[in-house]
């Protein structure tokens, strides 16, 4: 698992939650924003037509009521008790008010129910008012009806009676309750369903944005041919559309470049492969002008050694650029062998004939090590030969091994390092870094040392080729050291 | 001082190489290509062929097998480091060593001393012909047979049988044959030693894949016997 797919599994808030929220939101808003105004409509018409039935009834029987004053309280009662029995569309209590006189078709002559307000309206209104009234969790309707005679034609004069019916409206209540449940009830299933086609969108959009993704990362890797393909023409087609030609022309500059460079390179081996068969011819008969330079008059003498010196040092350097061109060709080839590293390093001492004092050593036998002997050979060689050039006599040259992150259960890598002490002046900090670069020039004034300008560049290809590591630093006494890490394998050879 | 015959096809360093060995003492015929170089190897009769492998023409490879086919003449090959594939194919065709241009005469001679040496180790106590197997090794006179059948080695090839069997049972080391065998110091490439032990394997074994005489321990080099 790579740690890109660790985040997107731990991003809470990421694509993918967002519409799915935005989703909901919207469902939520509709399906709810539905069920209520269908909640009020259906509500306000069940208890508009409940309401539109008590009122026009008792106003027909109020109506059709005669009222001859005086009237008796037990004669009041016992209308009120007609038209209690005609109420509709449920049963309702009637009550009476006229004057002091206080009657019902119920129990008690005054109702609870009724507020001063309807009181206060039937006064005002002669054709009659109503008000909705919730009293301990029960629903009632309260009509007022101010009963009226004739006083001519066209006009009526109240008569000072003022019936009011109560009807419980329970029934009405349960049929809006109802409809509250059922507009829940259908709007969470709702909200499921829409959950789907919130998936189907998450997906739509998150499928090419994550091949956005892996093809970016494929990018990085290197695969600079990776291609999204591209479907359909949305916006996320457009930004892969994009993409592909964005990673089109990378590569294409890439290319470019790598071409350049494999140009460059080629040129510096071909130059060097040229150079070394003249070389070749001329590096034989330097002998020969040594030989003869004796003979011949001053000048001529001096500038035949030059010529032999100088073509002893371009056939070096050449040799180098050769070398160094492999490198970077990759055609460099390990061809380890299992060797005693001590003898391998007093060989290369004994080779260069720096067997006298100028180079101590610190050569523990018995380790044995896989390595290219011949590149180990260069290694050391160069190392020792530039701290004698560079630095100062007496050199030393230190093996020994360690295990890196060693712990209690684990051996950890076992290494060999190799280092070369010089007693010079040691190295300035603001050389250190370029100290491997080729053809660096710690002295500006000296234009040419004695060596090719890439033996350092040399010796830090053939460490890498070994797996290993080279730096260079100061001792603290003063002196330059190079120290060699090279990982030891000796397990696999005994395999 | 041995007659050497170079085969290079390159004018300067066929020139450089000659002028140098010749003030060294030498005597060189000089040719420019494989087949004139086959042609004066009758008539010159060279104690050592020193060849360039890249020639126009008969390339160096096919000029090595042509000699070894019915010759013990040591051959060294003329090649550039890091041309490894001709490093590797010239090893096999039979050279007997390789010296990476450019080089100065005095290290061309060193190696042409190299080759031409013979070994310094029939000890007194030492039998003259000495048996193993179905080998018969005679130190002194330089042969080696097999069952009775007298084997076509070439000089490096009977120089690292000697020193193997000098010792029998004995490891030696890659690094250590280099040494002793070529004195080629730790700058050479142990294929050299690679390609001679596979070239006289073909020679002495029964089976090139399960050799008896000489064997190897990996990690560590080759030794002769056990038997």
Known sequence: MTSGEQRSRVRVFGLRARLLLAFLVVAAISAGTTAALTYREARSALLQTAQDTAVTSFRDRVQQTGFSLPLPREDLEGVLRDIARMGKPHPWVVFAEYGSIRASSGENPVSTVITPELRRAARANPHGSFERVVKDGVPYLTIAMPTVFKAGPDSVLPSGIVLYAVMRMTDEQLNVDALLMAGRDGALPGLAVALIPGLIAARSVLRPVRKLRQAALSMGSGRLDTRIPVRGSDELADLARTFNESTGQLERSVRELREAEERARRFASDVSHELRTPLAGMLAVTEVLDEDADGLDADTARAVRLISAETGKLAVLVEDLMEISRFDARAAELNADEVDVAEAIRKTLQNRHWTDDRVRVELPDGIRARLDPRRFDVVIANLVGNALRHGGAPVTVSLHTEHLGAEAHSPGTAVLITEVADSGPGIQPAVLPHIFDRFYKADAARTRSAGSGLGLAITLENVKLHGGTIRAGNLPGGGAVFTVEIPLHTEEADG | ?227
């Open chain 2, 1 to 227: 001082m041995p007659r050497v015959l170079l085969i290079e096809d390159d004018p300067s360093v066929r020139e450089g190489v000659e002028l140098g060995l010749r003030r060294r003492g030498h005597e060189v015929r000089a040719a420019a290509t494989g087949e004139a170089g086959l042609a004066a190897l009758a008539e010159f009769r060279p104690d050592l062929l020193l060849l360039d492998l890249m020639l126009p023409g008969m390339n160096g490879v096919q000029v090595c097998r042509q000699v070894r086919e019915h010759s013990q003449l040591p051959i060294i090959m003329l090649t550039a480091r890091g041309d490894d594939f001709d490093v590797v194919i010239g090893l096999e065709a039979g050279a007997d060593d390789y010296i990476v241009k450019p080089a100065r005469p005095e290290v061309i001679e060193a190696r042409i001393r190299a080759v031409l040496r013979r070994l310094d180790d029939s000890g007194p106590g030492r039998p003259a012909i000495e048996v193993y197997g179905e080998l018969t090794i005679d130190r002194a006179g330089l042969t080696v047979t097999k069952a009775g059948r007298p084997l076509t080695l070439a000089p490096s090839e009977l120089k690292l049988l000697l020193h193997l069997a000098a010792a029998p049972e004995q490891v030696f080391s890659r690094q250590q044959l280099l040494e002793h065998v070529w004195e080629h110091s730790f700058t050479a490439d142990a294929r050299l030693v690679d390609a001679c032990v596979a070239r006289l394997r073909g020679k002495i074994e029964d089976e090139v894949g399960s050799p008896r005489y000489v064997q190897t321990l990996r990690g560590f080099g080759y030794r002769f016997g056990p038997l």
